[in-house]
Each structure stands twice: as C-alpha cells, then as structure tokens.
C-alpha cells in the first residue's frame, strides 16, 4: 500500500499570496491532521479532521483553513502569506477505528516544503 | 506553541555505541510515540506506546512508557552510520487529540 502523498513537493510564495497544499492518506485511514515544522523545531499541530468534520484546531491564526473530501484526501489553505509561514507542512494520517484508539498510530507523509519571499 | 522537553539536544557518537534520549512532559499522555527524521523528509514512525510501563524493543530499538506517563525513554543499542538524523519523541492524549512533539535529539554517528 502506498504511504501518505502530499504534493506540491516544494512551494516558493511571496508575501501576501495564498496557497492550497494537498494530502492523500494512507487507503483506509479516514483521519487526516496537518502540522507545520519551522526549521529546527518539532511539528506544531494545525488541524485534525476526520469523516469530513474539522475534530481538532492549533493556535494558528485564521488564515489557515482546511478541509477533508469524501475520500478522505485533504487540502490546506494558507492566506495573505507571511514570511513567517515559511516552513516543512506535513500532512498525517490515521485510522481511527473508533475501536482500539490506543492501538491507532499516526504515519506522516514527506511534506510540503513552502518559502515565502 | 507546546513543545515537550527532549534530552540531550544533540549527541556526537562512535559507531557501536549505545544512545539514551528522554522526553518530559507537565502533562500526562495515554500514548508516546518516537520518529526518526531526515533532513527535508517527513517523520517516521519508530515505535509506539499505549500503557505506562510499556517497554517495546524494534530491533536494536528500545522505548519506554514511563510509570507516571509523563515522560519516555528511547534507546539505540550498537549505533550504525544510518542512524544519523533528529529523533523526536510525540504524546498523546484520549479521543482527537493532537500530538504534542519533543524538541529533537539530532544524533551524529562516527564510522
């Protein structure tokens, strides 16, 4: 089975622009969260949807918005890009059977690198 | 935003030596769980937790769940070159909730 995909590989913006980064879970998985990893720290968690419903949101502003299809591929949505924004947006999936929660491990996929100029 | 505290914050090894690193939280967490990343890549799933106590080996892998589930240790016997990267601990808590990453270890291995 092939793993999580998320395109575009690398992104290079300026300020003000907006920007749409896309996710493919892993088949089966129907949870889908986003991170942003700002070079030399951890992920910072973005959002979390699952069955299409928005289940969990970070400390980010507004400008971040996201959403998940019906089969459960998901897009983020940066606006009025800062140079701030710049960073590794990775995007993970899980299963989530609403059964065994502490058995459901989360798999990331290789990210979206985004510069903003 | 949140971050766990990771330690050490780097490390320079021969090859063939042990790695201990350790993750501490304020908060207390129903699954731990590690990751290896590489450079430009996105984290990897080393190995998971989901009881205090747990103790589970993945080759020459070894982690913990600490009793008070507020923190985690993950051990790398016998280093190999391959095992150069940044090391980050993650843990969660009940339902939908996020994972909270560790700062990162980056470990260097000398052949």
């Known amino acids: 089975d092939a793993g999580v995909t998320q395109s575009p590989t690398h992104l290079i913006k300026t300020r003000g622009q907006q920007v749409t980064l896309r996710c493919s879970p892993i088949s089966g998985h129907k949870s889908v969260s986003w991170y942003q990893q700002v070079l030399g720290q951890g992920p910072q968690f973005i959002f979390q949807y699952y069955e299409k419903e928005e289940r969990g949101r970070g400390n980010f502003p507004d400008r971040f918005s996201a959403r998940q299809f019906p089969n459960y591929s998901s897009e983020l949505n940066v606006n009025a890009l800062l140079l701030g924004d710049s960073a590794l947006y990775l995007c993970a999936s899980r299963r989530y059977s609403g059964g065994a929660e502490g058995t459901d491990t989360q798999y990331f996929g290789p990210g979206t690198r985004l510069t903003v100029l | 935003g949140q971050q766990l505290n990771q330690s050490p914050q780097s490390m320079f090894i021969q090859e063939g030596e042990d790695v201990s690193m350790n993750c501490t939280s304020s908060?207390?967490?129903?699954?731990w769980l590690w990751y290896k990343q590489d450079p430009g890549e996105g984290p990897v799933l080393l190995i998971a937790l989901y009881k205090a106590g747990e103790l589970t080996s993945n080759g020459r892998l070894t982690a913990q769940f600490g009793i008070t589930r507020k923190d985690s240790f993950l051990n790398i016997s016998a280093s190999i070159p391959s095992d150069v990267g940044i090391y980050f601990c993650?843990?969660?808590?009940?339902?939908?909730?996020?994972?909270?990453f560790g700062t990162g270890t980056r470990l260097l291995v000398s052949p």
């Open positions: 908060s207390i967490f129903n699954t």
């Open positions: 993650a843990g969660r808590g009940t339902g939908f909730q996020k994972l909270v």
